[in-house]
């Protein structure tokens, strides 16, 4: 069978099972609800105190803070000892590098195949003199696909062009895990080719949902309050290695993780490499109960 | 709802501090309703807003048909629960965590399963004073961080 028809076929078998298995998770989820009216289940609390008393699983943080017992998530954010400052904050995600491996496999991988599928796709259409609108069809989606994964490497490279300009940024701040109303030392260097302009020193606030709205899960992530570090003096802002003090205002909410909720904390480093391209970084931290 | 059951519950306070105890009672007037399967009470925080609920009792009682503690409800019922110091009450912008006290009643009648559900809430801060803790006003440069798929 030639390339471009048994392609057809198995795209669209591919596609009948995933359209089939969407079609069986919604109605396994509406027998669930029928089953549900009919027959008595545990209640949710039920089970929850269970686990509070050993017999079954919690929130599965190992690390929380000593206060933060019966069931509370209070996260404790690992730090590393610093050269100024007592403690060295870590990157709130994956480094740029890491991204932009990751992506680029992806981006490969995927349209490897797809080209391969197109190439033969051309191959046909020109031997043949007719066109495979069918073929074509199916193979559309897949393209697409492609297409948005050599965009997300494209921008993945700029961010990592961007880090590695800025070279590493550290954040070393005095006291941790912080908490409502104390005040810190905080400290902020940076060793690499091209210096930041613009700095931007703030204490964040974030709020992260895994919105379970739709079809699909999707994670939301909202900057809540921020609260600068410093007073940038020029419009170029202070410079580097940057030091400043920063007193936490009464009245915040602690760190708070559960499953699908999150309240996060993070020192935000933001400005300018090259005179233009934005920066920005955040470093993760605690706040503690007060 | 078949002849759903008139539940009561009511906390002597609702504004507390970490580490205080939540106080209160409920009452079933009548009794539970013919085929009460079970009656729980519990104290818990859980979560609201777009995402998927989280949930956490920090104390669970029930009493059940099945292992004959229904026969020995107290009604009405007064309890104490010990907070824990975290989390606090909040409300904010997509996160939101709510204390509540929540009697629940499950019976069955003609072969279907029916459950009543009172939830009390109160507010636990470190002041104290009802008023969950907030993000503060939104300023015009925040914004939505993005979203990504998981």
Redesign the interface.
């Known amino acids: 069978m030639n390339g471009p028809v048994w392609l057809a076929v198995v795209a669209l078998a591919s596609l009948a099972v995933v359209g089939f298995l969407l079609l069986m998770g919604k109605l396994l989820k509406f027998l669930r609800g029928v089953r549900d009216r009919r027959m008595i289940r545990p209640a949710p609390e039920s089970y929850l105190r269970a686990a509070v008393d050993g017999a079954g699983e919690g929130p599965d943080d190992p690390e929380r803070l000593p206060d933060g017992s019966d069931g509370s998530v209070v996260p404790l954010v690992e730090t590393r000892p610093g050269k100024v400052l007592a403690h060295a904050l870590k990157r709130d995600e994956l480094s740029p590098g890491c991204q932009l491996g990751f992506i680029l496999g992806m981006a490969a991988f995927w349209n490897v195949i797809v080209g391969s599928f197109l190439f033969q796709l051309w191959q046909q259409w020109n031997a043949a003199a007719a066109a495979h609108w069918l073929a074509a069809l199916i193979l559309a989606p897949f393209v697409v696909i492609g297409l948005r994964l050599i965009l997300a490497a494209v921008a993945a490279l700029v961010r990592w062009i961007i880090d590695r300009s800025a070279g590493r940024v550290a954040v070393e701040i005095s006291v941790h895990p912080l908490r409502p109303g104390v005040t810190a030392q905080v400290y902020v260097a940076q060793t690499g080719p091209a210096p930041l302009v613009g700095l931007i020193v703030e204490l964040v606030c974030i709020e992260e949902v895994t919105d379970t709205a739709g079809m699909r899960e999707a994670l939301v992530r909202e900057t809540v309050a921020s609260y600068p570090i410093g007073d940038p003096a020029t419009n170029d802002g202070p410079a580097l290695p940057f030091s400043a003090t920063v007193t936490v205002p009464t009245g915040v909410m602690h760190s708070f993780t559960a499953p699908n909720n999150a309240i996060s904390w993070a020192i935000r480093v933001r400005g300018r490499v090259h005179g233009q391209i934005p920066y920005c970084e955040d470093f993760s931290l605690t706040m503690a109960p007060e | 709802m078949a002849d759903e059951p008139e539940l009561r519950l009511e906390l002597i306070r609702t504004a507390l501090r970490?580490g205080d105890t939540v106080a209160g009672a409920f009452v079933i007037p009548g009794g539970p309703p013919p085929g009460t399967?079970?009656v729980?009470f519990?104290a818990?925080w859980r979560?609201s807003?777009?995402?998927?609920?989280?949930?956490?009792?920090?104390?669970?009682r029930?009493w059940r048909s099945d292992d004959g503690s229904l026969a020995g409800l107290p009604n009405p019922y007064s309890f104490t629960v010990p907070l824990?110091?975290?989390?606090?009450s909040?409300d904010?912008?997509?996160?939101k965590?709510h204390w509540v006290a929540?009697l629940?009643v499950?019976w069955?009648r003609d072969?279907?399963?029916y459950e009543a559900l009172r939830d009390c809430e109160f507010v636990l801060t470190?002041e104290g004073d009802g008023i969950p803790?907030r993000?503060?006003t939104?300023?015009r440069e925040?914004?939505?961080?993005?979203?990504?798929?998981?």
């Open positions: 970490p399967r079970s729980e519990s818990l979560t807003g777009q995402a998927g609920e989280d949930l956490w009792a920090i104390d669970y029930a824990p110091k975290v989390p606090w909040y904010g912008r997509l996160v965590i929540r629940r499950r069955v072969g279907r399963a470190p803790r993000p503060p939104p300023r925040d914004h939505r961080d993005g979203e990504f798929g998981a």
